[in-house]
């Protein structure tokens, strides 16, 4: 079954008298009840989630499981190289954090490889994976809650009379990859752990933190979410807000951490005292930095990767390159100085930040002046950064209720987001939509939907 003729069928659904109202006001009211916002913005803003056919969900989990684990792969050489490991340009800081013994193997217990999988109307996919979150990928716990609802929604239950609806539930994988590295930390299954989230107070996405407590207790867990300040290492025993814990669930990014606290933080003495299990591990920072995508992606280090690798990174990972003085092929492999190249062929690159996040200080360069991009590559030498080809974007149409009460199907630009679990498995995937090119919830204006593999029903 074509997904796209599944997407038709909804949308006349929603033609029903009242069928689009009625699953609208039950949205939106079973958003506010399970406080599904990020920041004081609701999640959702559409009326339908993205839908996948079973070949379809294949492909993106294959293509993905094999970049993955070619990225895990990548971090683990660049821990014992220090030369690959200098393509990163990790600060001395970060150096000494990352190659901090974590106590278990992963690097990236979770993660998340953010990508454009377009489908095109005749049969072609395109699949471009543009950043690795390694550090703290949100919307696990969200997008499970989210399908919840969806599925209750009277329009998805008159779809599910002629499609069988499968979800993609993230937030159980999390769990069990809490424990197996806690487990594996540990030595032995003896306790479930006491866990900390941690991250500022008033993050736009603290009513996630929310939802993963309520799944822990459910599971026997207790959990509490706490400020980095709230902190304290004493007599061998990490506290978070006075309570005891040995599991940190670290959603405060690493470079926030270190630009308040340098290195002198209750999580870093716990962890080298060995009495803590830190998810994820410095050690992330390897993949979570804009500049792996140009690990992967350099002619330099193609000697690392095996010949399906190679092909694999050419259709899936676009040409990334740090900004410097350097001597380097272009997208087509010719060779190239990369500075006056990466000047003159603006609209069909994009400049990011090597260590941020939300689309702070991305640059389209399609869709800027070209003084404002010869001024950025010029900055580019003081900080950190990287220049990625311009990848096809996916688009589809999205229905949302309008003022009036009416439904509006507008054109979205859509990412598929893989989560990833123990550098080698996909469960669950985020989607954000947006009308703008630089597609991030935190940048504002998005939406995110949740993901269903569908199948038409026999009969």
């Known amino acids: 079954m074509n997904s796209l003729t599944a997407v038709s069928r909804y949308h006349d659904l929603l033609s029903r008298p009242g069928l689009a109202s009625d699953s609208w006001d039950l949205l939106t009211a079973r958003m506010a009840e399970r406080n599904l916002v990020f920041g004081e913005r609701p999640l959702c803003t559409v009326l339908r989630p993205l839908f996948y056919s079973p070949q379809e969900w294949s492909y993106l989990v294959d ?7 070619l990225f895990d792969r990548l971090a683990s050489v660049m821990l014992v190289n220090a030369e690959l490991r200098a393509q990163i340009h990790a600060t001395p800081e970060e150096e000494h954090l990352l190659l901090l013994d974590h106590g278990y193997r992963s690097t990236v217990p979770t993660a998340r490889l953010d990508s454009f999988f377009a489908r095109n109307e005749d049969g072609s996919r395109s699949l471009g994976f543009v950043e690795f979150n390694g550090e703290s990928p949100a919307s696990m716990a969200y997008s499970g809650v989210l399908s919840d609802l969806f599925l209750e929604m009277p329009v998805m239950q ?5 499609h069988a609806v ?3 539930p993230s937030r159980r994988p999390a769990l069990d990859e809490f424990l197996r590295v806690y487990y594996e930390w540990r030595g032995d299954r003896g306790k479930l752990p006491d866990i900390a989230i941690v991250d500022w107070h008033g993050v736009p996405t603290a009513s996630e933190f929310d939802l993963f407590v309520e799944y822990f207790a459910e599971h026997g867990i207790t959990a509490v979410i706490c400020d980095p300040e709230e902190m304290e290492f004493r007599n061998g025993q990490l506290f ?3 309570t005891p814990v040995d599991f940190v669930y670290k959603r405060v990014l690493i470079s926030e951490l270190l630009l308040r606290y340098g290195l002198n933080h209750p999580i870093v003495d716990a962890l080298k005292a060995r ?3 830190l998810v994820n591990p410095f050690s992330c920072k390897l993949l979570h930095k804009k500049a792996s995508l140009a690990v992967a992606s350099d002619e330099r280090n193609a000697h690392l990767l ?3 690798e190679r092909q694999a990174v050419k259709a899936h990972v676009p040409w990334t390159r740090t ?7 272009d997208p087509a492999g010719n060779p190239i100085d990369l500075l006056p190249w990466a000047s003159a062929n603006r609209d069909r690159l994009v400049l990011k930040p090597n260590d941020e996040y939300g689309g702070k200080g991305v640059l389209i360069g399609w869709e ?3 003084p404002e991009w010869e001024a950025a590559l010029a900055n580019a030498a003081d900080e950190p950064t990287v220049v990625q080809e311009r990848v096809q974007i996916a688009y589809e149409e999205f229905p949302a209720m309008t003022a009036n009460g009416g439904v509006s199907i507008d054109v979205r630009l859509v990412d598929s987001d893989p989560f990833l679990f123990r550098g080698e498995r996909v469960h669950g995937c985020l989607c954000r939509l947006s009308s703008e090119t630089l597609l991030n919830v935190t940048a504002g204006g998005g939406s995110i939907v949740p993901v269903f593999v569908i199948e038409e029903r026999d009969g």
């Open 323 to 329: 900004v410097e003085e350097r001597a380097t092929v």
């Open 63 to 69: 293509r993905t499981e094999l970049i993955l684990r």
């Open 166 to 168: 499968h979800s993609l």
């Open 306 to 308: 095996t010949a399906a």
């Open 275 to 277: 009495t803590i299990c």
């Open 368 to 370: 800027t002046e070209q």
């Open 158 to 162: 008159a779809f599910g009379q002629r």
């Open 240 to 242: 978070a807000a006075g």
